[in-house]
Nanobody, 122 residues
Framework: QVELVESGGGLVQAGGSLRLSCVVS??????YGWFRQAPRKEREFVARISWSGHGTYYTDSVKGRFTISRDNAKNTVYLQMNSLTPEDTAVYYC?????????????????WGQGTQVTVSS
């Protein structure tokens, strides 16, 4: 049974940092991604990484501030978020898929985590 479990969300002041973690169990996928959904908005792609640790891609609004990485030994995908702004406030979801194009945004997700809330205060 596949399971993705996110953690690391919380409340942080603008300019601060958080690191999100996503532990994946049950099977391996060729691509992992982070997504977010702000209140009254659709879920949007944030960042992706291939199982190899390469093939990263970021949405423009987080480039230079967020870093996605993975630890194969721990079956964990991370999202390091720096220089956070109130516009980053959202529920962040981890997703796994075998239907992604290398180094391109992920549009089709096979499995989702339950989400973790990130709130950035001004």
């Amino acid at each position: 049974q596949v399971e993705l479990v996110e953690s690391g969300g919380g409340l942080v002041q603008a300019g601060g940092s958080l690191r999100l973690s996503c532990v994946v169990s049950g099977r391996t996928f060729n691509t992992y991604g982070w997504f977010r959904q702000a209140p009254r908005k659709e879920r949007e792609f944030v960042a992706r990484i291939s199982w190899s640790g390469h093939g990263t891609y970021y949405t423009d609004s987080v480039k230079g501030r967020f870093t996605i990485s993975r630890d194969n030994a721990k079956n964990t995908v991370y999202l390091q978020m720096n220089s956070l702004t109130p516009e980053d406030t959202a529920v962040y979801y981890c997703g796994a898929t075998n239907r992604a194009t290398y180094a391109q945004p992920v549009t089709l997700v096979d499995y989702w985590g339950q989400g973790t809330q990130v709130t950035v205060s001004s």
